[in-house]
């Protein structure tokens, strides 16, 4: 589930990966975290 609060959204995973059904603010969660580019040249 996603919501709008004051302009910034929450999101609510489901049941089955949030059984406390808790809502966060989307930029803390493990998605919305860059993650480290490959380096790919060696």
């Known amino acids: 589930?996603?919501?709008m609060r004051h302009g910034?959204?929450?999101v609510?995973?489901?049941l089955i990966f949030?059984?406390?059904q808790t809502w966060r603010p989307a930029g803390q969660n493990r998605a919305a975290t860059p993650?480290?580019?490959p380096h790919?040249?060696?």
Request: charged letters at 45%; hydrophobic letters at 20%; zero cysteines.
């Open 1 to 3: 589930n996603i919501d």
């Open 8 to 10: 910034r959204p929450w």
């Open 12 to 14: 609510r995973g489901p």
């Open 18 to 20: 949030d059984p406390t």
């Open 35 to 37: 993650a480290e580019k």
């Open 40 to 42: 790919w040249e060696k």
